[in-house]
């Protein structure tokens, strides 16, 4: 009997539990927002790829031919250069021998440098008509392009055709390419040139609206006299030809140094320059053909002046020469334009080198998947032939009795079910129940329920609270056989079990043996998942390793030890959270064999909400971190220590932490492949990986003799409940990467799970 002293200390106990574990779980609060905060990060870094690589799609023309009724003539039939002067619209022609080399959807890192590299050779400046997310990606060249003396307008920011776009997306994409020209080379610009623009006769009444709101915020519009249509790609010799104005008129040329394969442009642009050049033309900006017509005029207007006795003080031959150097549409950006540029231009670089790290990863990952999928399908083939021949046996049937240390803390609602179901056992067994100072009478309920099943073999052992790893330690030290099961209190045995899971000690090799864990309620959605989880994950994952004999861990509700083992690796540790792959891990250093039998069947209760299996999951990743890490000289050591440092622990963190950490990218790739490249062709592939998966549970479930109705839950499980993991185990290493602390969390129950015979055949 205990002292009410003791009682009352253990009426204390759970209260300082509770505050304990009320202070860890206000620790663990940030590290799941910083585990959120990781995979929101990889989200957006994805977007913003894919949305830099015009990949969203809306970038083709939705309508051809359209009207041009509400155009003015005098815009259809003017020059190249559309300007708005208090909302006045004007046309702006090259004068005659003069010519804008004008360059689209850069830049690009292959041909633009060289178009710069050919243009800054024969002294000749160029406009750009830059694409806004490729000016993000490539800022440097955008920087050499200024300094250099060139001029550069807008394209958009994604190559979209304005015309048939909101004004929110109009608005996007100018501002989103003006903050790029920002951060890449510290100026914004006044040009624009539309995509899918050519002269201005093609202006229809779709566009007629965008180039007049723009006209009317600042922005002058330019088009083309001459299209060489190199995009056609069509010689070296016509590029030139096409490019070429009939006699000695003027005109705003279209080349292009990205969008498709350049090389013909690279080939033709020193032969075009050369040709014109000889020809006696002169090759300025589109600012500089603004400023030699405001030139012309302002001499013309002086000619007049002097006439009637009039000067304007301003000289005529002193701006055409140098005007192309002046950049006269670009203005310095400051103040939030500026640093928002920047802090752009930061992000892209980011998304550029995170993408293909990440794509790295997921080839990597994949192969592991699958890997993994065709290693489990063939090990536990031969798992199961091995152990079901005939001929095998452990050797000499096991017929001695065993101890089933029961550890307990609040088990009301489950211990009479678990002890209901020991007194079925077929094999002789004594029970100790370690009450690990419960307050809601589980003592007295194991006690009630031994005597009203009429067991004489039931032992009710009470002890200060002191966790599950020192109730198991006090069973075994209290165990008169050597033999010892131990099970959750919360998990019920079939008749066969004890009897199945103690055979294979009839090889003195053995030291331990992991049994067969059902989930009892698997009734509900939450149930089911665990369920699947259970048969293919765990168990199909335990014939593999039992196999390979590097079994990691052997599962609480079901596991068998040698006590003479147990007693040489120092009983159960509290280093970790993870008892049991602790004590599984030291077997196998300790040189003990560790093997898997499948017929031993335990039926546990599964957490039955979210919050509570995140807890457990949490519980177990932590805590399965935290015992690699004890036992990670085992790396270097030899002999038994050794191979299981070098074989089953790489397994582990490969399989257990390293895949499930980077599994998440198959799904963000995924769904960033639907809305970005291909949805059919990704929906085909998400669905080609769920029939490998049901492939290998369909295998599991036949193995384990389960109903194959609960893998209609598996593609919801893909969706849901394997992301909860994922953030479950990325939560878990941010723990351990910050060196954080996890109590054990006592998981609520139901008590539903009832005896085999309430359970089986489901």
């Known amino acids: 009997m205990t002292t009410p002293t003791s009682a009352r200390g253990r009426r204390r106990a759970p209260s300082r539990i509770e505050r304990a574990a ?152 100018m501002e989103q390419t003006q903050l790029a020209l920002a951060g890449a080379a510290g100026i914004t610009t006044t040009l624009f040139r539309a995509p899918y623009s050519s002269e201005t006769d093609a202006i229809d009444n779709y566009s007629w609206p965008v180039y007049k709101r723009l006209g009317n915020e600042g922005y002058t519009s330019v088009f083309v006299d001459t299209d060489s249509d190199d995009w056609k790609r069509p010689g070296v010799s016509k590029i030139v030809k096409w490019a070429t104005p009939s006699g000695t008129k003027g005109a705003a040329v279209l080349f292009h140094d990205a969008g498709g394969e350049r090389s013909q442009t690279i080939k033709a642009l020193p032969q075009y320059i050369e040709k014109m050049k000889a020809k006696g033309y002169t090759f300025t900006t589109v600012s500089g053909v603004i400023e030699k017509r405001n030139a012309a005029n302002r001499q013309a207007a002086t000619t007049n002046a002097g006439a009637t006795g009039r000067t304007t003080g301003i000289g005529a031959g002193t701006v055409g020469a140098t005007v192309s150097r002046l950049q006269a549409a670009h203005r310095t950006a400051t103040g939030m334009t500026l640093y928002e540029g920047k802090s752009l231009i930061v992000a892209v670089a980011i998304a550029e080198w995170a993408l293909p790290v990440l794509s790295g990863l997921l080839l990597v990952v994949g192969v592991a998947v699958m890997g993994r999928f065709g290693m489990m399908l063939l090990i536990a083939r031969r798992h199961y032939r091995q152990r079901n021949k005939r001929r095998f046996s452990w050797g000499p049937t096991v017929t001695r009795p065993v101890s089933v240390i029961v550890p307990a803390y609040n088990e009301k609602e489950c211990i009479a079910n678990t002890l209901e179901s020991l007194a079925r056992s077929t094999h002789p067994i004594e029970i100790i129940v370690v009450d690990d100072g419960s307050t809601d009478g589980t003592s007295e309920i194991a006690r009630g329920a031994a005597d009203k099943l009429g067991m004489t ?26 033999i010892v099961v131990m099970m959750d209190g919360d998990t019920v045995f079939e008749p066969e079990t004890v009897r199945h899971l103690v055979q294979p000690f009839a090889d003195p090799k053995v030291g331990a043996v992991a049994g067969n864990a059902k989930v009892g309620n698997r009734d509900t959605i939450i ?54 792959t602790d004590i599984t891990i030291a077997m196998h250093r300790a040189g003990w064999r560790v093997v898997y039998q499948e017929h031993a069947k335990a039926w546990t209760e599964a957490p039955g909400s979210l919050r509570q299996l995140w807890s457990q999951r949490y519980r177990w990743s932590y805590g399965t971190m935290q015992a690699l890490w004890k036992h990670r000289k085992s790396l270097t050591d030899k002999g038994a220590s050794g191979r299981f440092g070098r074989v089953g622990m790489p397994l582990v ?103 085999p015979a309430g359970v089986g055949g489901r």
Not at 540 to 557: K, S
Not at 688 to 705: M, N, P
Request: glycine residues 8%; hydrophobic residues 45%; contains cysteine.
């Open 457 to 482: 073999n039931v032992r009710v052992i009470r002890q200060e609270n002191a966790g599950k790893p020192a109730a198991l330690n006090n069973g075994v030290r209290n165990a008169s056989h050597d």
């Open 22 to 173: 009320g202070r860890a779980a206000a620790l663990q609060k940030p590290r799941v927002i910083l585990a959120l905060l990781l995979l929101l990060a990889l989200t957006c870094v994805m977007l913003l790829d894919g949305y830099l690589r015009a990949e969203v799609g809306g970038d083709q023309r939705v309508r051809t031919g359209a009207s041009s009724s509400k155009v003015p003539d005098k815009i259809l039939d003017g020059g190249p250069i559309l300007t708005f002067r208090g909302g006045q619209a004007t046309t702006v022609s090259v004068p005659s021998k003069t010519i804008a080399l004008t360059f689209d959807d850069g830049p690009n890192p292959t041909y633009t440098p060289q178009v710069l590299k050919i243009l800054e050779q024969y002294d000749v400046p160029g406009t750009f008509f830059l694409v806004g997310s490729m000016v993000s990606r490539y800022p440097s060249i955008v920087k050499t392009m200024v300094q250099q003396g060139n001029e550069v307008g807008i394209h958009t920011f994604t190559h979209v055709d304005l015309s048939y776009q909101s004004d929110a997306r109009i608005n996007r994409e």
């Open 527 to 580: 149930g089911a998942w665990q369920h699947i989880e259970y048969v293919m994950g765990f168990n199909l994952d335990r014939r593999m390793y039992d196999l390979l004999r590097c079994m990691p861990t052997i599962p609480g509700a079901i596991g068998a030890f040698r006590r003479e083992a147990v007693l040489q690796v120092g009983g159960m540790s509290e280093d970790t959270l993870a008892e049991d």
């Open 653 to 755: 963190v490969v399989f257990q932490i390293v895949t499930p950490v980077f599994a998440p990218l198959i799904d963000v790739f995924t769904v960033y492949s639907m809305i970005f490249v291909d949805f059919e062709a990704a929906l085909l592939a998400w669905l080609a990986v769920l029939g490998i998966q049901l492939t290998c549970a369909a295998y599991a479930f036949r193995l384990d003799k389960e109903k194959y109705r609960y893998l209609a839950m598996m593609p919801l499980q893909q969706l849901a409940y394997r992301q909860m993991m994922y953030l479950v185990l990325i939560h878990s290493c941010i723990t351990a990467l910050t060196g954080g602390r996890l109590r054990w969390q006592k998981l609520k129950r139901t008590g539903e799970v009832g005896t």
